[in-house]
């Protein structure tokens, strides 16, 4: 697993923020669009192309990296 692909993966959830805003130190809970929605999303997302459930709390993580790391440690 690599953090840019993660990164990508992660951007794709928000469709209307530009992927240029996305970094390793994005604080996406920040983003205009971040909602309960989008939690399910990431969740889901997650699931689906690294095969880790996580709950709602470790998707709470602070940037992206942090989630990175999360999804990192239960592969």
Known sequence: ME???FIDNVASQFEDTDRS???ADTE???LDEW???AVLLLI???DEKYH???TGDEVMAE???DL???VKEKL
């Open 3 to 5: 953090l840019n692909n």
């Open 21 to 23: 805003y996305f970094a």
């Open 28 to 30: 996406f809970k920040l």
């Open 35 to 37: 909602s309960s929605l």
């Open 44 to 46: 889901s997302m997650i």
């Open 52 to 54: 880790v459930i996580i």
């Open 63 to 65: 940037t992206i990296d």
């Open 68 to 70: 990175f790391n999360v």
